[in-house]
């Protein structure tokens, strides 16, 4: 059998020996610093990484870090916002003008046929009146007779005209504003 080397008589770990001196002490609490930073380093890391990839599912793969996307966010939604103002304006500058051309379209109708010469002729006379939101338009009359026509056209403001209506014209006017609403709306 081989024969071993003789054994040093100085144990192997000599500086373990010297733990209890102040320098051990320090250096054992070194240690302990230095452990504990790197699990406090570790634990860093880790949600680094979870915050990283947090970024990444709501910024995609651009390069940009998440208070720069809030800051890119909060402009484009002022843009978009300043947008939205100016065509609100435009549209309710265009809504007015339309509402003010609508006022003036003709809003109330009637037709009334009837036989003017009792002639029994089938009713082929007629008044008809047309007026707009005001209840300001006109009556005309198409009086129809065997050997000639006439047509007569009255102007009515405010619901009421400024010559005196016939019969069947005043029934026109009337049956127009009865609804009490505009009906071509």
Do not use: N, W
């Amino acid at each position: 059998m081989p024969h071993l080397p003789a054994r040093p008589s100085t144990p192997i770990f000599a500086a373990v020996h010297h733990l209890t001196s102040t320098v051990g002490i320090v250096a054992l609490a070194a240690a302990a610093v230095a452990v504990v930073s790197l699990l406090i380093a570790a634990t860093m890391a880790y949600r680094i990484g979870r915050l990283r990839s947090e970024q990444k599912a709501v910024l995609g793969d651009r390069r940009e870090d998440l208070v720069s996307h809030a800051a890119g966010l909060r402009s484009d939604f002022e843009a978009l916002q300043e947008y939205v103002r100016d065509c609100t304006e435009r549209l309710d500058g265009r809504m007015q003008t339309a509402e003010g051309r609508l006022d003036g379209a003709i809003s109330y109708t009637s037709l009334v046929r009837y036989d003017a010469y009792g002639e029994m002729s089938g009713r082929q006379s007629m008044s008809i009146a047309l007026l707009d939101c005001t209840r300001t338009g006109i009556v005309l009359s198409a009086i129809h007779h065997r050997d000639q026509a006439r047509l007569y056209a009255k102007v009515v403001s405010g619901g009421h005209s400024e010559l005196e209506l016939s019969p069947e014209e005043a029934e026109a006017v009337s049956r127009a504003l009865a609804d009490g609403h505009p009906a071509a709306r």
